[in-house]
């Protein structure tokens, strides 16, 4: 099983394995891309409100500059971020992150979160004087998305897709759409499968990508200390679960490819975020075994449906919560 790309409807290529950004700080970043690269990564995801476009574009322009690599061998994702969604500003942002990237265009272009904050200033997340996040409770998505599909034909975006909507929402998306959304980016990992979004995707020829593919063990943490409620969160570790290191043991591969192959044999886009050059290289060591249809359903009968999920109302969704348009209450 070859299992290099997705192709999404317009015939756009998007590699299957990425290199997940979120929390790798403009230290950090710069030898990632450089390790992503040299392993053979091609993919790299990033957003605006992840606050190192600049040292990717870095990284980016050093590879292009020396010749190795031309621009369309590049695959780059970056996102809107939730003060910018409103079709006035979605211009605005993306040529700054194109600035940043040092980039004519992206190949793909996210709204980040279906929830939209106010703007002020240059916060990223403003906040009352109570700490309650500033949301604008007027975003409109089919009024956005005119100002996303305005990015495609001034040639900023090759593509354009959605990040943590839910079925409803891309529905509405889709129906008004005079460009379709070509990717959704979500949540998508062994113990939160997400199989109805997908299927639901899959109908509508909207390509999948899972962020936190391998339970995002480094956000622990983080996920705990941001929770009302911290007992509420689940202690998830698909990397230890006993059936994923049995069948990892049978190939003699991690846990990690494990888990990064039973999403890409599904045909979704999988984007392991890691500033270490050994687990980047080991992340994209995933084309040379195959999962027997025996193991993929041991792995997919684990699958706990919302009870397995990191991010929502619990955790970094709170303070979306009580907003139109939250989007983790609909079944999918
Ligand atoms: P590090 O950056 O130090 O490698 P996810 O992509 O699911 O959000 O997971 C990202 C987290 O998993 C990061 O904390 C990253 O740490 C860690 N990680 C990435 N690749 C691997 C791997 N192959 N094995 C174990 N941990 C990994």
């Not at 010749?67 to 061998?73: F, Q």
């Not at 009302?228 to 059936?243: A, F, G, R, Y």
């Not at 080991?282 to 359903?297: G, T």
Request: a neutral charge.
């Amino acid at each position: 099983m070859s299992l290099k790309d997705v192709v999404f409807y317009n015939g756009q290529k998007m590699p299957i394995v990425g290199l997940g950004t979120w929390q790798s700080s403009v230290e950090e970043v710069v030898g990632a891309v450089d390790a992503a690269l040299e392993a053979g990564y091609r993919h790299i995801d990033t957003a605006y409100m992840y606050q190192n476009e600049a040292a990717i574009g870095k990284a980016l322009k050093k590879w292009l500059d020396s010749g190795r690599l031309k621009r369309e061998d590049l695959f780059i994702v970056t996102k809107l971020p939730v003060v910018g969604n409103r079709k006035e500003s979605v211009e605005k942002y993306l040529k700054r992150s194109l600035a940043a990237l040092q980039l004519d265009y992206v190949d793909l272009y996210l709204i980040h979160h279906p929830v939209g904050l106010l703007e002020r200033g240059e916060e990223l997340w403003p906040t009352d004087a109570s700490g309650k996040f500033l949301h604008d409770k007027n975003t409109d998505h089919v009024s956005l998305w005119k100002g996303m599909e305005a990015q495609v034909d001034a040639g900023r975006a090759r593509s354009i897709g959605l990040s943590n909507f839910n079925s409803s929402q891309i529905k509405r998306i889709v129906k008004s759409a005079r460009i379709q959304p070509a990717n959704l980016q979500v949540e998508l990992q062994l113990y939160f499968q997400q199989r109805e979004l997908a299927a639901f995707c899959n109908a509508l020829d909207i390509t999948v990508c899972a962020y936190s593919p391998i339970g995002s063990p480094g956000s622990a943490e983080f996920v705990k200390k941001l929770a009302k409620d911290s007992d509420s969160v689940p202690n998830l570790k698909p990397l230890t679960d006993p059936v994923v290191e049995k069948i990892a043991k049978k190939h003699k591969k991690t846990a990690a490819q494990v888990l990064l192959r039973h999403i890409m044999q599904k045909g979704i886009v999988v984007i392991p975020k890691s500033i270490n050059p050994a687990r980047i290289k080991q992340n994209f060591d995933v084309f040379d075994f195959e999962l027997s249809a025996e193991e993929m359903q041991e792995l997919n009968a684990l699958d706990r449906g919302k009870a397995g999920r990191m991010f929502d109302n619990r955790t970094l969704g709170t303070m979306f919560a009580d907003h139109p348009e939250e989007p983790y209450s609909a079944d999918y």
